[in-house]
């Protein structure tokens, strides 16, 4: 884990994971990412960052869509300039709204298997398994002419996922799904992140990956600029002050106690009603000591009963603003 | 249980054919291949009904008369003399021509416009004044005449234009069509070599264009023989040089599509190279598909004495070579192609934006 862009220590056998290894692509003279030392782990992987920011060409380096113009990627020990190998292995869910003329969804998935070699009727019983899993049956059999954006999307996943790979990489997957498509899909990665397999997918909407995530790769401007879990990266930002949240049924007794600490630089009652606090927001430069001298002050009064702590400012949106250091959000 | 190569390139092959055959952009193809068959289909009804024309009026003749009997009237012979020697003309027209005279004085000539025929040949003969003005005369084609009017239209537009754009229409399609449209990155995304692409993607090309020129040299042939009510001869060999062009500019513009983004400029290129072959030095001259499909043509338009110098040094193959080794320098320069376009598509990148 770390929140700068020097190279990472793989953590995982470079057979086994997703490896850049010093990678940059540039457009002619227009940077696609730079200097890009990586190796994701299975599990869901998140790479959050605004449009633009290089998700799509890090996804695209590493299922061979594009070549690195310096550095060299592996995924699970594959080279990605050998498809025949590596697509037996990764899925890949682009972005790209574009399909071949005059199929229906199921001849896409189906002619897509056929492209593996695989017969005729093992392709149609992997194209129907892959639709049941989206949930599109009903709509299989029409032409993807008529497919709404949200369908689309998901016979786009399906067909990625259709091969039962052990990298799936998904391109905003979720851009375009209803509420009730965009939760069954969401159950759907983490059952894949789950089964142990990688699942790379990208958003812009911070808080959507934030909840699934077993770890985040925040980009700006075509560098990495922190990767690893949420809460890990936002202990190491030193620099920025932590918020925390304290439930509580005397929130300014509590305020009295915890301004006496040197560490803390602001209190605010959080007030459930017009005049009526129903916990305390604090800013401090050391949580650690907040979390000791809190324990310390629970224990010395006895009436002060703590309901919740916890932070307030350890979600995906805020570290990325600390990161790029930015005072709005990122796009959410 | 086929090889997984060969089932890949099939797969393919299955989902380009279609496209091939059926590609809205390639609609204009068909229409480049009926565009012979149509000028042949109308050369046939107009030679069927002047042949009939020529029947009748020979058969209104008051005398059967021979070529013999034409060629005895010559320019200032007398009306009545015409008239002893061919009888009275099945058609006749009076028609009335102003002239000025040596005074400047106009003067309204009765002219008289005979015409003949001897079954083959029609003869037009203008009586001014009495006598024989003007003589004409219009053979129906012989065998040969329209077995080499076959062979001009056959190199000089099918093979150098229809062929040569319908393959462009087609082969620079396969690649460069599919970046247009977005939808490349669809077999980028299966575990198959891009060699396997490539070829299944050719292969499928191939048949659409070998089927729709090949089946156009046919009926071609067709409607010529149900002209001359013979069978032209060499009609394996007109459709084998087309198979080869196909073959040929299939490869080409397959490579072409990989190198460019806009067809017209390397088309341009493409067809000025191929039109200044002959003119090439001899090691340039194998670097261009019509070197080895004019060594093939089994019947010479250049042959007849009016041939224009400069026609008949663009026709003139000055380093023959022999049929086999003309095969097989198409098949190995299409071999050198594709071995080119593999290179390129194993490193080609999807970048639509740049499209």
Known sequence: MSTATAAVSPTVSASAGIVFDNVCKFYGEVLGVNRVNLTIPKGITSLVGPNGSGK??????????????RGRITVRGIPTDDPERLFAQVGYCTQFDSFPRGMTGREFITAYLRLFGRGADEAARLAQSAIDRVKLGEAADRRLAGYSKGMRQRIRLAQSLSHDPNVIILDEPLNGLDPLVRAESIALFQSLGAEGRHVILSSHVLHEVDAISDQ?????????????????????????????????????????????????LRAELIESAPGVASGLLVMTRDADAFYLDLNRIVASIPELEVTSVAPADDDAGSVYDYLVGRGQGAQS | MPSPALAQITAVFRLEVRKSFFARRS???????????????????????????????????????????FAAIHRGMSEAE?????????????????????????????????????????????????????????????????????????????????????????????????????????????????????????????????????????????????????????????????????????????????LFKNPVAPAAALLVWES????????????????????????????????????????????????????????LLTALVLAYATRRVRTLEIDYSSE
């Open chain 2, 82 to 258: 015409v008239l002893s020697r061919l009888g009275p003309p099945p058609r006749r027209i009076t028609f009335r021509q102003r002239r000025r005279d040596t005074h400047d004085n106009i003067v309204v000539d009765q002219n008289q416009w005979y015409r003949y025929s001897d079954g083959s040949t029609d003869y037009s003969i203008v009586i001014a004044n009495g006598t024989v003005g003007r003589i004409r005369s219009n053979t129906a084609p012989s065998v040969n005449d329209l077995e080499t009017t076959f062979a001009g239209i056959f190199q000089f537009f099918f093979l150098r234009l229809a062929v040569f754009f319908g393959c462009l229409g087609i082969f620079m399609n396969l690649f460069r069509g599919e970046l247009l449209d977005k939808s490349l990155h669809f077999y980028f995304l299966a575990p198959l070599r891009r060699s396997r692409i490539l070829a299944g993607k050719f292969l499928a090309g191939l048949a659409a264009a070998i089927t729709i020129f090949c089946l156009s040299v046919a009926l071609q042939l067709f409607t010529l023989a149900r002209l001359t009510g013979n069978s032209l001869p060499h009609a394996a060999s007109y459709i084998a040089i087309t198979a080869l062009a196909c073959l040929g500019y299939g490869a080409v513009f397959l490579a072409a599509g990989l």
């Open chain 1, 56 to 69: 799509t060409t890090l996804m695209n380096l590493m299922t061979g869509l594009i070549r690195p113009s």
């Open chain 2, 27 to 69: 609609l204009w193809v068909y229409l480049l291949a009926l565009a012979p068959l149509l000028l042949f289909f109308g050369y046939t009804v107009q030679t069927r009904m002047e042949s009939a024309q020529r029947q009748q009026l020979a058969a209104q003749n008051q005398k059967p008369l021979t070529a013999a009997d």
């Open chain 1, 216 to 264: 985040v790769i925040m980009l700006s401007h075509g560098y990495v600029v922190a990767e690893g879990k949420i809460q890990e990266v936002r202990g190491e930002m030193r620099e920025h002050p932590v918020l925390i949240r304290v439930g509580c049924n005397q929130p300014r007794r509590l305020a009295i106690e915890v301004l006496r600490q040197p560490q803390l």
């Open chain 2, 276 to 331: 200044l072959n002959p003119f090439l030095p001899a090691l340039l001259k194998k670097f261009s598909v019509i070197y080895y499909l004019g060594q093939l043509s089994p019947v010479s338009v250049a042959s007849g004495p009016g041939t224009s110098a400069l026609f008949a040094l663009l026709v003139s193959t000055p380093d023959p070579i022999s049929p086999l080794a003309a095969i097989l320098g198409l098949i």
